[in-house]
C-alpha cells in the first residue's frame, strides 16, 4: 500500500546510458539523441525515487513499531528473567487510603496519607456534662459508631453536687472506657456496665457503676447513673470516637 499522496509512475525499459560527455555537457544544437537514452534518465529517475519512498516506508515501520507498547512480540517476564517481578501499577491517593486493592504499588505520598487516614481519629460525639441519664442523646454531628476506626472512648471526671449551688464537673480523677465498634454492631442497644473509678479524698479511692445503651447514632444511660452508689462523683464529659 502506498504511504504517499502521489503514485510512482513506474519505468521499466532499463534504455542505455549515455556517453560521459553528453551527461556533461548536455543535448547540443542538432543532436538527435536516441530512445535508448531516455529510457535510461526515465528509469534511472524511478528507480531512485522508488527507492526513497521504500526506505521512508521502512523508517515509518520502524518508529510505529519501536513506539508500539502493546508487547507486538508477546515477550514474557521470563523470557527477560523477571519471574518474581509483579507489574503493578501505581494506586490513587483513594485507593491508598480505602486499603483494599493487592494489586497497586504505593508512593511515600500515599503512604503518608494512607497513615493519616487510619490515624484520623478523635472524633468528639459529645462534649458535656451528663450522668448520662435514661434519657437518648444523639452523636454530635450525625456522626456514627459505625463512622469511626476502632470504637468510642468515654472520659469521665469528677463530679461535686452542691446542695443549694451548681454543680461542678471538675477537671480531674479521669477515668476512660473502651466500647468497640463490634460490640454496638452486635448489640446495639444491650445495657452495659462500665466501672468508673473515682476519689473520696486524696487518700480513699471508690469504684461506681455507669449504666450505658449504644446505637449506632444515640447513646442513654440510666437513672441510677446519679443515684447508685458513688455514682454521683462521677460524670461523663467526653465521647471520642478512635
Known amino acids: 500500500m502506498s504511504r504517499f499522496n502521489a503514485n510512482l509512475a513506474p519505468w521499466e525499459a532499463t534504455g542505455t546510458k ?39 516506508a521502512l523508517n515509518a515501520d520502524l518508529i510505529n513499531h519501536t513506539g508500539n507498547t502493546n508487547n507486538p512480540h508477546s515477550v514474557t517476564k521470563a523470557q527477560l528473567g523477571l519471574s518474581d ?9 483513594d485507593e491508598a487510603k480505602a486499603g483494599i486493592a493487592s494489586n497497586k504499588l504505593m508512593t511515600p505520598a500515599s503512604v503518608l496519607a494512607a497513615i493519616k487516614e487510619r490515624f484520623n481519629t478523635q472524633n468528639i460525639l459529645f462534649e458535656g456534662a451528663a450522668w448520662p441519664s435514661g434519657n437518648t442523646y444523639k452523636f454530635a454531628n ?12 468515654f472520659i469521665w471526671s469528677d463530679y461535686d453536687v452542691i446542695p443549694g449551688s451548681a454543680s461542678v464537673a471538675n477537671n480531674y480523677n479521669f477515668d476512660f472506657t473502651f466500647i468497640p465498634k463490634f460490640f454496638v454492631d452486635k448489640h446495639a442497644g444491650a445495657n452495659i456496665n462500665v466501672p468508673v473509678a473515682t476519689n473520696f479524698n486524696a487518700q480513699v479511692a471508690q469504684i461506681t457503676i455507669k449504666t450505658l445503651y449504644l446505637t449506632d447514632t444515640t447513646f442513654a444511660g440510666h437513672d441510677l447513673n446519679s443515684s447508685g452508689l458513688n455514682a454521683n462523683d462521677a460524670i461523663l464529659r467526653y465521647i471520642i470516637g478512635v
Not at 509483579?86 to 490513587?92: D, L, Q, T, Y
Not at 450525625?142 to 472512648?153: A, E, F, P, T
Open 142 to 153: 450525625s456522626q456514627k459508631v459505625s463512622d469511626q476506626n476502632l470504637g468510642l472512648i
Open 18 to 56: 549515455p556517453p560521459d560527455s553528453t551527461i556533461q555537457n548536455g543535448w547540443l544544437a542538432g543532436t538527435k539523441p536516441p530512445a535508448d537514452w531516455f529510457n535510461w534518465y526515465f528509469n534511472s529517475t524511478y528507480t531512485a525515487l522508488k527507492e526513497l519512498q521504500e526506505l521512508a
Open 85 to 93: 517481578v509483579e507489574n503493578f501499577g501505581i494506586a490513587s491517593l
